[in-house]
């Protein structure tokens, strides 16, 4: 064999070998996953199907509070919605509202409201006209939004 030969041998070569010690590591099939129940397991303590948890107090308050502020106004001011929290028994001291404007002086898609409610926070968020109430944990200073939106 020529030199030019043995050189296109040993060229094919190492590209063989590495493909069939590649294809040889990839040896057992995977298991398959585990599949999924039928239907879905529920618990004992989860409400009945079409009816909904019982809120406290607290949340069912701000909840029509904001509510009702927005059947008024779909795009009320940072003050309308403190003004809203504290009708539902918040502090005005205790309320967190984010910007209702951009520094260049626009509208904000959102704007997020909170108060702390024992060792959570309850919060609310108005978008597009829409009302969305929740409860988180609060944070480890006790507040429920981050920066100073008092």
Known sequence: MSRSGRRLAAALAVPAAL??????CSGTEAEPAPAAPASPETSAAAPAEGSAPELPDSHQA?????????????????????????SAGFSPEAVEVSQDGTPTGLAVDSIISAAPDGA???????????LAVTTVPALANGQCLLGDDR
């Open 62 to 86: 701000v909840q029509a509070a904001l509510s009702e502020l927005l059947a008024a106004n779909p795009a009320p001011s940072r003050e309308d919605i403190r003004g809203a929290w504290v």
């Open 19 to 24: 493909m069939l010690v590649l294809t040889a």
């Open 120 to 130: 959570e926070c309850l919060v609310g968020e108005i978008r597009s006209g829409k």
